[in-house]
Nanobody, 123 residues
């Protein structure tokens, strides 16, 4: 399975970005998907996750109400809409796929990882 993340960039605080992650080479509809991020000098952390149908979603507390994860099982793509961005959201964002249909928050639940896309939020 290959995952290709895109959509990162430089944005001012309060702005919005939408990240996309296109999957290929596997059965996308059977995978739970997640977004993680890693800021400089920090460990990679969970951001959001979505089940195979989109019926279940999870978010870390600091992004609840600002970020929204969604998926399109026809386009084999998962999205992360990020609104009201803050400087502390600055990080490399990674999408990941697990070989199970439910959403999960732990990094070690995910088998496949994309290359990451950099999000920089200026104050």
């Amino acid at each position: 399975v290959q995952l290709q993340a895109s959509g990162g960039g430089l944005v001012q605080a309060g702005g919005s970005l939408r990240l996309s992650c296109a999957a290929s080479g596997g059965t996308f509809v059977s995978y739970g998907m997640g977004w993680f991020r890693q800021a400089p000098g920090k460990a990679r952390e969970f951001v959001a996750a979505i089940s195979w149908s989109g019926g279940s979603t999870y978010y870390r507390d600091s992004v609840k109400g600002r970020f929204a994860i969604s998926r399109d099982n026809v386009k084999n793509t998962v999205y992360l809409q990020m609104n009201s961005l803050k400087p502390e959201d600055t990080a490399v964002y990674y999408c990941a796929a697990r070989t199970a249909p439910l959403a999960a928050q732990a990094l070690d639940e995910y088998k496949y990882w994309g290359q990451g896309t950099l999000v920089t939020v200026s104050s």
